[in-house]
């Protein structure tokens, strides 16, 4: 790793990903490699994950039930998509709805793959509803963490954007690695427990950072 610079050499990045590869299968979290390591820019680390929806923009539009007052507002949580498929089906009470119909599931598919224009990592995602379709950047957008929204927001057409994904050669969701080796190098500097940044200690450090913005949250495991 370059300590100033903060970034990484594809061959240190193919080493990082193959030690957190190594860590991951011990924690059984989930991830695999893929692509050809030998031919630079070639390999990735992917991820699926399936995670409960929780955002308010996906209640219903439809009008408030009679006589709802003292319902607890979970129970009538739907989807547009399910409201649409099954409205004939679904009791007109949102009191006796099923749990199963107030969660929409979401896939996420992560690959974590190096830039070789910005020599760092690259996170790129893709996510699915429950039918199989792809959400829209409108839709990640409004997905983004709380507590990142404000910042990611403000520059989202510089920030999070849809790329073609440097292997697979179709559409992915991507976080910019623009500003992602002067926020490493930040992090070596300002960590006096790490004289460095590299391997195993790079690969967590920046996907526990940039990971969170879309979801995606290492099990304490990884920092033991």
Known sequence: ??????????????????EFLKLSQELQDGWEAKGNAQQEGNFYLMKLERVEDVLQDSLPPREKYSGD???????SIETIDIMEECDD????????IDNDYSKTIITYEYHITYSISYSVPVLFFNAYNHSGKL?????????VSPQHSKQILHQKWES????????????FYQLHPCNTAKLMAEFSKN????VTLKGLRYMISWLSTFGQVVGLKLPI???Q
């Open 160 to 171: 999070l954007t849809q790329q073609e994904h440097p292997v697979l050669g179709r559409p």
């Open 89 to 96: 089906l679904c009791p007109e009470d949102p009191s006796v």
């Open 69 to 75: 007052k003292d319902v607890n507002t979970k129970d």
């Open 135 to 143: 959400l829209t950047l409108e839709e990640m957008w409004r997905r």
């Open 221 to 223: 495991s990884y920092f």
């Open 1 to 18: 790793m370059n300590d100033v610079m903060g970034t990484i050499s594809y061959e240190e990045f193919t080493g990082s990903c193959l």
């Open 191 to 194: 960590r006096k427990d790490l």
